[in-house]
């Protein structure tokens, strides 16, 4: 068990380090960044707002990473997001309820996420060419929903959604973290993880042993499609109202980004959850970050730009091999301690 | 013939370690001038780290390496090249799409006036392939030549470039006789100059054809190195492996099936892939396809297995009409399916030797019934025990295993489902003399233990010793069906060369 538990740290070291570097720079230009205070039972601080204004992104990655580890890509969460927060919109001003109105706009998200799964796992096309596919008509139909408006709601369920708390966490917070949660369990604690991992590495040997290939990888992208539901609801929420041009607009190439930092490669294969949320978190960090340390904005993408660079040169198997390398002798050691234990 | 003392290449006690292994162990080796020096080993025996280390490909951790008696140390490759070793590959590590005369001069063309000069190249290129009794349009893409012609360049290339010292890493395994006796000319002409040629090789008569001398690794060690004139095949098998070895192929012939009949296929085909055929398989039974490339035998397989479906004829298991329309459903029916490919087809690289082990039996369990990790350990543990298979741990990715190994992993994944019926394509195909006789044994004892075992295989001497029955395959048809006393090579390679009917219709008894 503490052999699982050390080679999930391993496995997350890298993200861990790159986040707690970020956070100790912007709390030594920004001196009240650590700070946390409890305000009508509620969090608040800049620590918190991170959890808070990434959680679009971090909810995008959960998908993306999925998919992403079947050797697909999905280019359509901006605009799923885009077309579920019209909807939720819509059917909340026409008088449905809280309820029809998440279970339907839920509904909206997985047959976005059926469509998509759909023209890579059946008519087998390439997965950048099919989620362009709603990538672009995604925005049309999100405007076709909201009729060219922006449509404001007041519904105070709804709204709640984007800014109520519970037990003290802003309710995105809470969302993302019990939602990630029941997304890494269902994959490791079932075999999905180790067979989606297989179809990623190599479909049609993964096929020949009998893993249902076309299933699962529908339901990666289906997964991906709620993902971005909830993501779409939570900025309407947010917002209290759907913005069919701007509602999770480029938030597709964040999640990708988040997935890249995470550790998880864009050929395919080995993945985690929990470090592509660590990856959106840094991101959104970098971007808070940024903002609070009063850099000029036009610095701004310059800056995240120079130090994803950096975290992604950590992470390239030439600096690893050249960094183990250098401690060859001790790593040699290494696989007899751990069969000792 | 040549001076016996004058080494163009001393590699002097190499030693090279990889986590959890010692993948050279103080291995020394000469090769003189104006000889082929056979590297042979089974796989993970040590002969691509040695390359590797010669070539700079590997940084070795210690030893010393001596070019014309004196201490080089290539950096990488493209050092060891302008040092003056240069390698060929058996996969031709050329640019396709490029022209043959750009392959040759690439990174070096003739310029003029700071441009390529195109015709100065081209007339180059043609000169430097005469030598090699190569006359072909040097303006063609690369890739619109055969293997074979390919090859030649790429040596052409090398030598080129280095002069010194050539290593051919399984220059012949996708070359047919007549192209092996070609580049076998190019060898020898380059001998003759004085190069030293190191050959890499899992062909054994090719060694004995080609080569001065033989260098035999095993397990990362030295075993030695022999004139070849003096050794004799069976002991350069037994140095390779280091047991008696030929006395366990060959040995018995399997009587023809009297196990109940299970398996019943009925004019069973795909039109485009397979003519439609009869195949009954008995309990305990090796029905062995022979066939040359492209008659469909690696298409019967796929139809069988419902990797294709079949779109005529009928399938009954035990009297009991079935559909495969995919892999899954006949997994189901506790079939199991190598592919010929293991790379593409076979493996999932990435993945550990334990996953790749499970990856078939969680497949049939589903997915919200796991395999918990102890079993998974347990199962991996024993497959990797029962089959030998030669890894650090189970948590090793199978790609860093060799290819006898990755296969036997492959064939360890479906006996982890205990299958029924198992359809293997040909499972010995480029692995070494040590694995492939622990696969032919394997192959016996799962038929004695009552499966049902279809085998395709090119290898016809292979067939003969432990094949029930022999199904022959020309044209996409199954032609001829061999059992009993008529399994001998010389039938099947009647039967297969047969114009119209070299035995009778299979299926009618």
């Known amino acids: ?341 | 013939m040549h001076s016996t003392s004058d080494n163009i290449l001393s590699a002097v006690r190499i030693e090279k370690g990889f986590p959890g292994t010692k993948a050279l162990d103080k291995v020394d080796f000469q090769l003189r001038r104006g000889e082929v020096h056979a590297l042979l080993g089974e796989n993970g025996a040590g002969k691509s780290t040695l390359i590797k280390c010669l070539t700079g490909a590997y940084r070795r951790d210690s030893g010393s390496i001596l070019l014309d008696g004196v201490e080089v140390d290539p950096r990488d490759t493209f050092d060891a090249q302008r040092l003056g070793i240069g390698t060929v590959y058996q996969e031709v590590n050329l640019l396709p799409n490029l022209t043959v005369a750009e392959n040759l001069f690439l990174g070096r063309q003739p310029r003029r006036f700071g441009m390529i000069d195109t015709r100065a190249m081209n007339r180059m290129a043609r000169e430097l392939l005469a030598e090699y009794e190569l006359d072909l349009d040097v303006t063609g893409d690369l890739a619109s030549y055969s293997v074979a012609i390919q090859q030649v360049v790429a040596i052409a290339r090398a030598v080129d470039l280095s002069g010194k010292v050539l290593i051919l890493d399984e220059p012949t395994a996708s070359l047919d006789a007549h192209e092996v006796a070609m580049l076998f000319r190019i060898v020898r002409r380059l001998k003759a100059r004085g190069l030293g040629i190191i050959f890499i090789t899992h062909f054994l008569e090719q060694v004995y054809e080609i080569s001065d001398r033989i260098t035999v690794l095993r397990n990362g060690q030295l075993v030695g190195t022999r004139e070849t004139a003096d050794l004799d095949r069976r002991d350069l098998i037994t140095m390779m492996i280091g047991r008696e070895l030929a006395d366990e192929i060959h040995t018995h012939h399997a009587s023809a099936g009297e196990g109940r009949l299970r398996y019943r296929f009925r004019n069973y085909g795909r039109r485009g892939h397979i003519e439609p055929f009869d195949l009954d398989v008995r309990a305990g039974e090796v029905v062995g396809i022979a066939g040359l490339l492209g008659s469909g035998r690696t298409e019967t397989a796929e139809v069988l297995f419902g990797a294709h479906r079949a779109d005529s004829g009928t399938a009954e298991i035990d009297g009991r009409a079935v559909d495969l329309p995919s892999p899954r459903a006949a997994i189901r029916r506790k079939f199991g399916f190598c592919p010929e490919d293991r790379k593409t087809a076979g493996i999932v690289g990435d993945l550990s030797v334990r996953e790749n082990i499970v990856l078939a039996l969680q497949a049939r369990r589903g997915w919200t019934r796991p395999i918990s990790r102890t079993e998974q350990n347990r199962l991996a543990d024993h497959y990797i025990r029962a089959l030998d298979i030669r890894t650090a741990d189970r948590e090793k990715p199978i790609k860093l295993l060799s290819g006898g190994n990755q296969q036997k992993a492959i064939l360890a994944r479906w006996l982890a489902t205990e299958p029924e019926f198992l359809i293997l394509d040909e499972p010995t195909r480029g692995i070494d003399v040590g694995a492939h006789a622990e696969i032919v044994k394997l192959i016996e004892s799962l038929r004695e233990r009552g499966l049902s075992l279809i085998v395709i295989s090119s290898e016809i001497e292979e067939l003969v010793a432990y094949s029930t029955r022999v199904v022959v395959l020309r044209d996409r048809a199954h032609v001829a069906e061999l059992d009993g006393e008529r399994i001998t090579a010389h039938n099947i390679v009647e039967a297969i060369a047969a114009a119209n009917e070299g035995g009778r219709r299979d299926g009618d008894r």
């Open chain 1, 1 to 341: 068990m503490t052999a699982t538990v050390r080679t999930y740290l391993r496995r997350l070291l890298p993200q861990l380090i790159a986040l707690a570097v970020i956070v100790i720079a912007i709390s030594m230009v920004f001196p009240g960044f650590l700070s946390l205070q409890i305000q009508n039972g509620r969090l608040y601080g800049s620590l918190i707002d991170i959890l808070n204004r990434g959680a679009p992104v971090v909810l995008l990655a959960i998908g993306m990473t999925v998919v992403i580890a079947t050797k697909g890509i999905d280019l359509s969460v901006g605009a799923v997001m885009a077309i579920c927060g019209a909807v939720a919109a819509s059917l909340i001003t026409s008088g449905h309820s809280l309820a029809e109105t998440l279970l339907a706009t839920l509904v909206v998200g997985i047959l976005c996420g059926v469509w998509n799964g759909l023209l890579v796992a059946i008519l087998d096309i390439q997965p950048i060419i099919a989620t362009l596919v709603l990538m672009v008509a995604g925005r049309g139909i999100a405007q076709l929903v909201t009729e060219g408006a922006i449509l404001t709601f007041n519904h105070p369920g709804l709204i709640f959604i984007g800014s109520g708390s519970f037990a003290g966490l802003p309710m995105p917070v809470v969302i993302w973290l019990i939602f990630g949660v029941l997304v890494a369990l269902l994959v490791r604690q079932t075999a999905l993880g180790m067979l989606i991992e297989a179809i990623g590495v190599n479909r049609q040997a993964s096929t020949l042993s009998g893993v249902l290939t076309p299933v699962l990888l529908i339901a990666a992208y289906v997964l991906s499609g709620l993902c971005a539901a909830i993501a779409g609801i939570i900025a309407a929420a947010d917002i209290r109202g759907a913005d069919a041009n701007n509602a999770g607009l480029w938030l597709e190439l964040d999640a990708i980004l988040a997935v890249v930092v995470g550790g998880t490669s864009l050929l395919g294969g080995r993945f985690s959850i929990a470090a592509s949320v660590l990856g959106a978190i840094i991101i959104q960090a970098i971007n808070t970050g940024i903002l609070l340390s009063g850099f000029p904005p036009e610095f701004n993408l310059i800056i995240k730009a120079a130090i994803i660079v950096f975290i992604l040169v950590l992470q390239s198997p030439r600096f690893r091999t050249a960094f183990t390398f250098v401690r060859l002798p001790r790593a040699t050691g290494k696989p007899t301690e751990r069969e000792a234990k």
